[in-house]
């Protein structure tokens, strides 16, 4: 297969492209230390309007706004004591704020679609913070694959799923691997009580060890989520997905974990260490499902620290039609 041209090494000329490409309202792709995302002008409301068309998101599932440092970040929402002490601990980083709209910011409506809230981070990751002081620009970036599908972690992951005939980013700056794996925690802070809408790739005992016990959006409203974006069926591969899975059918592929796992399964971490395996979660998901196989059969996976952002990703993955 010959290389899909939009794929750009990071090189400063290519972020410097891939700004003017921003500024001028269209779509990029770049990585973060969590997964890729489709980026665009957080401002403009066309700009951010494409994004939900090349994804073919429901418009009413808002955007997390990407920006270089915190600063940047009280120029679009209102920080309390709680925001400036997670922000402190963990930004840059996967962990996403969500804070009051101020009444001046300039980010586009349609960002938070109808909310008066913004969900706001600092990535860590080289080639999106050269990207944000290049373009000077705040950032509107979903995970960079069409909704419902596994998140891209590489480059020709992004270039699987947004071919051009959907209308995505022009530019996919290449940055290897995403070192995460999973998206960033969501943590509502618009509220008194900090409450976790998404877990992600800092881990509730992380932020609780900082802050304190934190509520979470299911034990709150089982029926109506207030993290829109937490459909219950998503990164999903074309396949079905079986959890906790101790015993294999004819025609499924494994998804191991740790030293026990069968010696021919697609194993997330021989070790048995949960970051190695969260990195390796959406990579391995694309890989087995392109096998074509029946089903693919997932070991049991601890439900501690990062293992919870793993498990929630599987449910939906594993979740029917
Ligand atoms: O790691 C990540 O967060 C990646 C990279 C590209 O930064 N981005 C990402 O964005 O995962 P996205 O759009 O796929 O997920 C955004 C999540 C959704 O669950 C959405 O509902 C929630 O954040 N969200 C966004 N704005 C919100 C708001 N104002 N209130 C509550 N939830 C919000
Ligand atoms: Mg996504």
Same mark, same amino acid.
């Given at each position: 297969?010959?290389? +899909?041209?939009?794929?750009?090494?990071?090189?400063?000329?290519?972020?410097?492209?891939?700004?003017?490409?921003?500024?001028?309202?269209?779509?990029?792709?770049?990585?973060?230390?969590?997964?890729?995302?489709?980026?665009?002008?957080?401002?403009?409301?066309?700009?951010?309007?494409?994004?939900?068309?090349?994804?073919?998101?429901?418009?009413?599932?808002?955007?997390?706004?990407?920006?270089?440092?915190?600063?940047?970040?009280?120029?679009?929402?209102?920080?309390?004591?709680?925001?400036?002490? /997670?922000?402190?601990?963990?930004?840059?980083?996967?962990?996403?704020?969500? /804070?009051?709209?101020?009444?001046?910011?300039?980010?586009?409506?349609?960002?938070?679609?109808?909310?008066?809230?913004?969900?706001?981070?600092?990535?860590?990751? &080289?080639?999106?913070?050269?990207?944000?002081? =290049?373009? +000077?620009?705040?950032?509107?970036?979903?995970?960079?694959?069409?909704?419902?599908?596994?998140?891209?972690?590489?480059?020709?992951?992004?270039?699987?799923?947004?071919?051009?005939?959907?209308?995505?980013?022009?530019?996919?700056?290449?940055?290897?691997?995403? &070192?995460?794996?999973?998206?960033?925690?969501?943590?509502?802070?618009?509220?008194?009580?900090?409450? /976790?809408?998404?877990?992600?790739?800092?881990?509730?005992?992380?932020?609780?060890?900082?802050?304190?016990?934190?509520?979470?959006?299911?034990?709150?409203?089982?029926?109506? &989520? =207030?993290?829109?974006?937490?459909?219950?069926?998503?990164?999903?591969?074309?396949?079905?997905?079986?959890?906790?899975?101790?015993?294999?059918?004819?025609?499924?592929?494994?998804?191991?974990?740790?030293?026990?796992?069968?010696?021919?399964?697609?194993?997330?971490?021989?070790?048995?260490?949960?970051?190695?395996?969260?990195?390796?979660?959406?990579?391995? /998901? =694309?890989?087995?499902?392109?096998?074509? &196989?029946?089903?693919?059969?997932?070991?049991?996976?601890?439900?501690?620290?990062?293992?919870?952002?793993?498990? +929630?990703?599987?449910?939906?993955?594993?979740?029917?039609?």
């Amino acid at each position: 297969m010959t290389p +899909d041209p939009r794929i750009k090494s990071a090189t400063q000329s290519a972020i410097n492209d891939a700004a003017s490409v921003l500024s001028a309202g269209r779509l990029i792709a770049f990585p973060t230390e969590t997964v890729y995302g489709l980026g665009a002008d957080a401002t403009s409301d066309t700009a951010v309007a494409s994004i939900f068309a090349a994804k073919n998101r429901p418009t009413f599932n808002p955007l997390i706004i990407h920006v270089p440092d915190i600063e940047s970040a009280k120029r679009f929402v209102t920080f309390n004591p709680i925001a400036v002490k /997670l922000a402190a601990e963990f930004w840059p980083g996967s962990l996403t704020l969500v /804070l009051p709209r101020k009444q001046d910011c300039k980010i586009s409506l349609l960002v938070s679609a109808g909310l008066d809230t913004i969900a706001i981070r600092v990535p860590n990751h &080289p080639v999106a913070h050269a990207l944000l002081k =290049r373009c +000077d620009l705040p950032i509107a970036a979903p995970s960079a694959n069409r909704s419902g599908e596994i998140s891209p972690t590489q480059a020709a992951h992004v270039a699987e799923s947004l071919n051009a005939k959907n209308a995505g980013p022009e530019v996919i700056l290449d940055g290897g691997a995403c &070192p995460v794996g999973l998206e960033s925690t969501v943590i509502d802070l618009s509220t008194p009580t900090p409450t /976790l809408l998404r877990p992600g790739g800092i881990s509730s005992e992380q932020i609780e060890s900082a802050i304190g016990p934190i509520a979470t959006a299911e034990s709150e409203q089982p029926d109506a &989520p =207030r993290s829109p974006g937490m459909l219950s069926r998503h990164y999903a591969p074309n396949v079905p997905v079986r959890l906790d899975v101790t015993d294999v059918k004819p025609g499924e592929v494994i998804l191991g974990f740790g030293p026990d796992a069968p010696a021919q399964s697609a194993n997330l971490s021989p070790t048995g260490d949960l970051s190695e395996a969260a990195a390796h979660l959406f990579a391995y /998901l =694309r890989a087995l499902d392109a096998e074509k &196989p029946k089903g693919i059969a997932v070991m049991p996976i601890p439900d501690t620290g990062l293992g919870r952002a793993i498990n +929630d990703r599987l449910r939906r993955a594993a979740t029917p039609l």
